[in-house]
């Protein structure tokens, strides 16, 4: 016997999906039903287990048979559960040596990591049969009692023998199905180097890491009170029966005076900006309830195995076309940054149990509980944590790749990259805090990769603050759900707040009237309209139930005007927001939702005129205070000045309509029902011209008016702006911001409601205001420069972008082996590879050549997209070396993993470009960790390492 490939079914009362494999397979109900298996690529037989059949010795003495290897789809599951099944203790497992998985093997070649997913891009003969999910459901996870059940909790076999047949079926179709992707795939081996890879992973994984139960048990304790106490609070401020509920406290809102559409997070931070009283502190308590990263501490307990170490953290490959690591339940890849100053003493408060003390010292309970998390990883007893990760690896790897000496030297010599690309950008000496020490901003800037803002970003989960984005989610895009690579903290930076964003005035933002994203500074100053969700007029999603603007339109109709005013946009409609401080005083109140609305028209005695019924889907933009706005009186069209209010001339005489009162103030002048005019001579009847129509409110009762009206001006109003460009930027604040990696192909996402840029490779002026050019002192005539400068102190890097998609294009046109910069492109089989300095290949699907939405060339493969199917994907040179920088990293994470589990140091997790040791107190040391880790692997001769760490007791980041 050479090999046998198993597929097992299971029972176990225990949430396989919360808690992960270590954990179910621990519950006392646990139970192997069927054991599926074929030898040496023989015929699937199946053991029904169930009814008292038993597997050959021959089989059980191969499971421990290191000679023998095992292949599963997922063999992480059939490796644990078997090794419950044979006896073995908490924390003992079967060696995963001679285990091989042909899911990690799909993923290496880019393809899902699900069988059903594989077998259908593969197309395989014998797929997974469907009806596997209801089956799975009926046998393998408790039922509810019932009279018709008999009040069972569990359906065994003879419960339903048809099924329990077509239950048999199913288990030898996935193990036939697993062998034809084995033979799909022989073509395109895994190296012996990814298996040991993944072995280590198994390891690591196996061991886990230590938690601090009590400490976590206290966390939910407190976040329990706190919600407890605060949902008391809020029943005694608003007098509702269930103050959580967003109906309830939408009304009790609307009877203070307060109007909203929504209670997502997004729209109470806004509310929050203008409320006072009891209105602020009863959407205090909501906002503070809906905290979600404490929930961390739920998975802390879902996951936990009876030994107290959490286990099954990290997926391998979890990014199949780098090969990164990728967070599984607790989601160690996104923990919440730590900064509070006293982090132990907070720790001790929770552990204690001592919220009293918690709530006096520290302002808010959950974002305290939120900074601990990290905190609840712990080493076991005689031992202490030794974090270590790599410097820059990044930023040393592109260097290295395209043979930019003078970054590599700088890097070997321990010198300021800043500085040092300042004094390579501007051609003289730059010290930080010395000569020419204002340009390393300069060259800190061209240096960066992006920022961002700490807010709520819109994804297929909902709204999640922007730090608790995980690759799991998907991001509004403004067209559709896409992928992206994950956060990046970029630290502490200035930021403003306009129209519902806070973000570093640099960051691209998309406005109303421009096709191109600009900085979000500049939206600001120039009162420029955000969209919300894109310019292509597409579906946007609104409310806290996503429901799309065409669903919502059949509702609000009658609220909608299909007609436009001259000179304004109109844009899909997104929501409406009334602010309560501020009503718009120069056109008549717009779209109540208690009365009806009334077409404006100048008629004698001021009689109605009948508003054509509306089949439009779109609401047309309405400006805010101080713009000018055109009306027709007769054939032509005049300017009505509301900085000046000016008499009507004698052509258009001097009627009922005369304009009064300036519109900035007072009472409303068209067709207002509380306003007679008491002046009526020559009377004359000019009508505005169907497409410049105005609504008019029938009384004044509440101002309704789109989300996006936020207290500024039109620009071109002498007398109307009230806030000048220096008042916007005199009131930053200082907080943690951050940015998402590569949204989609278009690069951008939703966030506080609207669409900004994010970041990614490719330099260009725009990259570098996301960036943070603007934010850090250079101005927008030094951009196009400061780009070009750079480019031409980094030729080899720019070179390598456009070499690398020069190679790629080759190699799919001429079906042939191209090279670049030692980095091979082949195309084999339909697939394009790309063939790192490791060894490693990374994979692309079926590629082709097609045009870009610029007209260009492009390069197209399929592949798992945002909307997690098997779609086309684009993609450029850029892009490429970011893959492959990307994984070359990851290949340098991995080898140094190996070098140091062979130096029997025990990792018990990583994250990134970091790991974390769990190392016995008073052995090894920082420093030698470092030196490890700082070996230059011999496929990457040249290439300048550096890692940095520290011990600690529990986890944190330094």
């Known amino acids: 016997m050479k090999s046998i490939s198993i597929d097992i079914e299971t029972f176990s009362s225990v949430n396989l999906q919360k808690s992960g494999v270590y954990r179910y397979a621990e519950s006392e109900d646990f139970e192997i039903l069927l054991f599926g298996y074929s030898v040496d690529g023989g015929e699937v037989q199946v053991v029904d287990l169930a009814r008292g059949e038993k597997i050959p010795q021959e089989i059980i003495s191969a499971l421990t048979d290191d000679s023998v290897i095992k292949w599963a789809f997922n063999t992480q599951f059939e490796r644990i559960c078997l090794s419950k099944w044979i006896g073995l203790p908490t924390g003992t497992y079967l060696s995963p040596k001679s285990w091989h998985c042909t899911m990690i093997w799909a993923a290496t070649l880019g393809l899902p990591l699900s069988l059903e997913g594989v077998g259908a891009v593969l197309g395989l003969e014998k797929q997974k049969l469907s009806e596997g999910k209801n089956l799975i459901k009926y046998f393998c996870i408790p039922c509810s009692p019932t009279k018709t059940n008999g009040g069972r909790t569990r359906n065994l076999p003879h419960h339903d023998i048809e099924k329990w047949e077509m239950f048999i079926s199913y288990n030898k179709r996935d193990v036939e199905s697993e062998m034809a992707i084995q033979n799909k795939l022989s073509k395109f081996p895994v190296s012996k180097t990814e298996w040991q890879n993944y072995h280590l992973d198994q390891i690591i994984n196996d061991r886990g890491i230590n938690l601090d139960m009590d400490f976590v048990k206290q966390a939910i304790s407190c976040d329990e009170k706190f919600k407890i106490e605060n949902m008391e609070k809020a029943k005694e401020i608003t007098g509702l029966e269930n103050p959580n509920s967003p109906a309830q406290l939408k009304d009790w809102l609307l009877e203070q005076g307060m109007e909203t559409d929504s209670l997502s997070k997004a ?60 967070g599984r339940l607790i989601q160690v890849q996104n923990l919440p940054q730590n900064h509070l100053r006293d982090l132990k003493q907070a720790r001790d408060l929770v552990k204690l149990g001592n919220f009293i003390a918690l709530d006096l010292l520290y302002d808010s309970i959950p974002n305290v509980l939120s900074e601990l998390i990290r905190t609840a990883f712990i080493p076991k007893s005689g031992c202490r944590f030794i974090v270590a990760d790599f410097s820059a690896i990044e930023a040393r790897v592109i260097a290295w790749l395209a043979g930019e000496q003078w970054r590599m030297d700088v890097f070997a010599n321990g010198g300021d990259i800043y500085c040092a690309s300042a004094s390579q950008m501007f051609n003289v000496p730059v010290e930080k805090n010395g000569i020419n020490g204002h340009l390393r901003q300069k060259g800190k800037q061209a240096e960066l990769a992006c920022i961002a803002h700490d807010s709520l970003v819109l994804t297929d989960k909902g709204l999640v603050p922007i730090q608790d984005i995980t690759i799991k989610h998907k991001l509004w895009d403004g067209e559709d759900w896409v992928k992206h690579d994950g956060v990046i903290c970029r630290g502490e930076k200035e930021v403003l707040t306009y129209e519902g964003l806070t973000a570093t005035k640099d960051h691209l933002v998309w406005v109303e009237g421009k096709s191109r994203p600009i900085q979000f500074g500049e939206a600001a100053t120039s009162k420029a309209h955000l969209i919300q969700t894109g310019n292509g007029r597409r579906a946007i999603w609104l409310g806290e139930n996503n429901k799309c603007t065409e669903e919502m339109e059949c509702k609000d109709e009658s609220l909608l005007c299909p007609n436009t005013m001259h000179r304004l946009s109109q844009y899909t409609v997104a929501k409406f927001k009334q602010l309560k401080i501020w009503k718009i005083k120069r056109l008549p109140e717009m779209l109540s939702t208690k009365e009806y609305t009334f077409v404006a028209t100048e008629k004698t005695y001021c009689r109605k005129a009948a508003l054509r019924e509306s089949k439009g889907k779109e609401l047309p933009f309405i400006w805010g205070k101080g713009y000018k706005i055109q009306f027709s009186l007769s054939s032509q069209c005049r300017n009505m000045d509301i900085g000046k209010c000016r008499k009507c001339t004698p052509r258009f005489r001097d009627g009922q309509d005369r304009q009064q009162w300036k519109l900035r103030r007072g009472q409303y002048s068209f067709c207002s029902k509380k306003y007679k005019s008491s002046q009526q001579k020559n009377i004359s009847n000019p009508r505005f011209q169907t497409r410049k129509l105005a609504l008019c409110k029938k009384c004044c009762y509440k101002d309704d008016i789109q989300w996006h009206d936020k207290r500024r001006n039109y620009k071109r109003s002498r007398n109307g702006s009230y806030r000048t460009e220096k008042e916007l930027e005199t009131n930053p604040s200082k907080v943690r911001v951050y940015d998402i990696l590569n949204a989609g192909k278009n690069h951008r996402f939703t966030v506080s409601n609207v669409l900004v840029h994010n970041c990614g490779y490719g ?36 070179r390598l972008w456009w070499d690398v998609d020069k190679a790629v294009k080759s190699s799919i046109k001429e079906r042939t082996i191209t090279t670049s910069q030692g980095i091979n492109f082949i195309y084999q089989s339909g697939i394009l590879f790309i063939r790192l300095p490791s060894g490693r290949r990374l994979a692309y699907v079926k590629p082709l050549i097609g045009e870009n939405r610029f007209g260009g060339e492009s390069v197209t493969y399929e592949g798992v997209g945002g909307t997690k199917k098997w779609e086309r994907i684009e993609s450029y040179g850029p892009k490429f070396v970011e893959n492959i920088v990307q994984a070359i990293s990851r290949d340098i994470l991995a080898e140094a993993m190996l070098r140091l589990a062979s130096h029997g140091f025990e990792i018990v997790m990583h994250v990134h470009d970091e790991v974390v040791l769990e190392v016995p107190v008073a052995k090894s040391s920082i420093e030698e960790v470092c030196r490890i880790m700082s070996e230059t692997p011999t496929w990457a001769k040249g290439l300048i390492l550096n890692a940095d760490g520290y011990e600690c007791e529990f986890y944190r980041k330094d």
Not at 765 to 773: C, H, T
Not at 776 to 795: D, I, Y
């Open 267 to 326: 729209v109470v931070s806004e509310l929050l900006v203008n409320a006072d009283g009891e209105i602020h502190e009863a959407l205090s308590i909501r906002q503070q309830l809906a905290k979600s990263s404490v929930k961390k501490y739920t998975a802390m307990e879902n996951a936990v195995c009876s030994d107290s170490r959490a286990r099954g953290l990290i997926q391998f490959y979890g990014a199949n076309r780098t090969g990164r690591y990728s």
């Open 763 to 798: 330099g260009s002026v725009g990259a570098l205001k996301a960036m943070g050019a603007i934010q850090m002192g250079l101005t927008e005539e030094e951009l196009q420069p400061l780009v070009n400068a750079w480019r031409k102190s980094n030729p080899n890097i720019v």
